[in-house]
T-cell receptor
């Protein structure tokens, strides 16, 4: 089955700096890729999703890059601010009809003033 | 606004007891999921469902059963709870819409098995 590795498990950056989180996956049939944010004591909320035909997507200070050849997905937060402190998860799933979604282990991001 | 409601929010159970975690969604999504979240493991899929009457095993189904009696409700059942099942459990609903496979999560249930 699908295996997803996420790194780093912990990341601390200064306010205004960028932060990069990377996931690698194993199943070449993976078609949907998402990043979720979990704030303390809450459930996960979707940040951004991309399909397998998208290499790069930018929204509101976030950039998602997808390298299908290397089976690598990354999330880049530019100009981090204190509200970005949270745990971030990547999530992947196969094509329609097999919506089993596999999550990475999470990255705890801390933004220092 | 998508809504997924879990109950109870907190539960203390005794070893060997039966525990039922409930989840209700008002999104009219076909798919529903149960995950557990443990430090160092992230979210691990226990069971999921494609619609009323269907349940599928996830990655760690042992010791858990699931029930989907309706589109809106999805339960996770621990017939004989063990301390290793102490965790935070999340329910989610989702569908592939507009080419996006998005999950909407409940706030979680914190289960302690003593």
């Amino acid at each position: 089955g699908e295996q997803v590795e996420q790194r780093p498990p912990h990341l601390s950056v200064r306010e205004g700096d960028s932060a990069i989180i990377i996931c690698t996956y194993t199943d070449s049939a993976t078609a949907y890729f998402s990043w979720y944010k979990q704030e303390a004591g809450a459930g996960l909320q979707l940040l951004m999703s991309v399909l397998s035909n998208v290499d790069r997507k930018e929204e509101q200070g976030l950039t998602v890059l997808l390298n299908k050849k290397d089976k690598r997905l990354s999330l880049n937060l530019t100009a981090a601010h204190p509200g970005d402190s949270a745990v971030y998860f990547c999530a992947v799933s196969e094509d329609y009809g097999n919506e089993k979604i596999t999550f990475g282990a999470g990255t705890k991001l801390t933004i220092k003033p | 606004e998508a809504a997924v409601t879990q109950s109870p929010r907190n539960k203390v159970a005794v070893t060997g007891g039966k525990v039922t975690l409930s989840c209700n969604q008002t999104n009219n999504h076909n798919n529903m999921y149960w995950y557990r979240q443990d430090t160092g493991h992230g979210l691990r899929l226990i069971h999921y469902s494609y619609g009323a009457g269907s349940t599928e095993k996830g990655d760690i189904p042992d010791g858990y059963k699931a029930s989907r009696p309706s589109q809106e409700n999805f339960s996770l059942i621990l017939e004989l709870a063990t301390p290793s099942q102490t965790s935070v459990y999340f329910c989610a609903s989702g569908d592939v819409l507009g080419g996006q496979n998005t999950l909407y999560f409940g706030a979680g249930t914190r289960l302690s098995v003593l």
